[in-house]
């Protein structure tokens, strides 16, 4: 215990409140583990983050984010139009440039989304507009959603708590994970939480990641997420302004976590 601190003196040494230490942890971004239903952390690890935060991020970005930000007005120009082919063209020519569906689906996809919100919230667009755009990107979302080949990361159930009708940030958190290598078991949005919690039983999954987008969803994500962690599965819950990298880097993050756990488990072999 000596190098483990609890969730308290983490939030400390972060320079966080305590809530904010708690979300980290919930979210995987710090591998904590649960001892008599309290967390603890590696100082090692909570220092590691810390210094991670302070960092400059890298930069990630092949093309410019002038480019990116041209290729998202097109996106959202088309998807207000109901212009499909151009909306497919945006999308597959930067696939096939071989950008990364990570990349295509944060910089390009959810920001054209995010402008369709925008503009309904402005009156500008009406919500049969904005049908029609979720319904175009469903399928935009079926031509570059891969599996990567080889032996899979782990399975992962990805879904939406009750009450949660946003299909489509499921569809791009089951479609990042499945380029990181993961096997996705995809449940969809608005999942009732008996179905889940046997589901999760049935399967013994490696993670479950559940998306929210309004503050209805988050509560019911929050609930189920304390009751799969109780019965001792790994939950992730995304909330806006969560990204998909950080989704992606929070599952690497728990799988790391347990493979560290099951070989100090099995010992100097
Ligand atoms: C399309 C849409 C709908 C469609 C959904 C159709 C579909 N098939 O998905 C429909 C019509 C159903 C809908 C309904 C509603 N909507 Co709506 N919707 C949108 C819209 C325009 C796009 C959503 C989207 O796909 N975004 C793209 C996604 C991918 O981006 P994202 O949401 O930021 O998701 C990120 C994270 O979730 C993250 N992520 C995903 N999973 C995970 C997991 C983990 C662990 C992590 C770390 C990250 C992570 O990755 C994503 C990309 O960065 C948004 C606008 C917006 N700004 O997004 C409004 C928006 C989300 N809706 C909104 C509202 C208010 C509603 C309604 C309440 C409207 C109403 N009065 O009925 C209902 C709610 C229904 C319900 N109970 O859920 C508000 C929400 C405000 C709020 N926070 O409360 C928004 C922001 C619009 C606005 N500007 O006001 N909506």
């Not at 230490?21 to 008599?36: F, S, T």
């Not at 919100?117 to 755009?133: I, P, S």
């Not at 819950?237 to 969560?242: C, D, I, L, N």
């Amino acid at each position: 215990m000596a190098d483990r601190i609890d969730l308290q003196e983490a939030a400390r040494r972060l320079g966080v409140h305590y809530q904010t230490a708690y979300r980290w942890v919930r979210e995987g971004r710090i591998p904590a583990v649960r001892v008599r239903g309290r967390y603890e952390l590696e100082i090692s690890d909570v220092d590691a983050y810390a210094r991670e935060r302070d960092a400059p991020s890298p930069a990630t970005v092949r093309g410019s984010r002038r480019e990116w930000g041209r290729s998202a007005d097109r996106l959202l120009a088309a998807l207000c139009d109901g212009d499909e082919r151009t909306a497919t063209d945006v999308v597959s020519r930067l696939h096939a440039q071989g950008e990364s569906t990570l990349d295509v689906l944060s910089r390009v996809v959810a920001p054209a989304m995010a402008g369709i919100g925008d503009r309904w919230a402005a009156g500008e667009l009406t919500v049969a507009h904005e049908h029609r755009a979720s319904e175009v990107v469903s399928r935009l979302l079926v031509g570059i959603d891969q599996r990567r080949p080889g032996r899979p990361r782990g399975t992962v159930v990805v879904t939406a708590p009750p009450g949660e009708q946003h299909g489509l940030p499921v569809d791009m958190a089951a479609a990042v994970l499945r380029e990181d290598g993961w096997n996705v078991e995809l449940l969809g949005r608005d999942m009732p939480a008996d179905a889940l919690h046997g589901f999760v039983a049935s399967i013994a999954p490696d993670l479950v990641v559940l998306t929210v987008t309004t503050p209805a969803a988050a509560a019911a994500a929050d609930a189920i997420s304390h009751d799969l962690s109780d019965a001792g599965h790994d939950v992730l819950v995304g909330e806006p302004g969560r990204t998909l990298s950080d989704l992606v880097q929070g599952a690497r993050a728990v799988r790391a976590e347990q493979r560290r756990l099951l070989a100090r488990r099995r010992g100097p072999q």
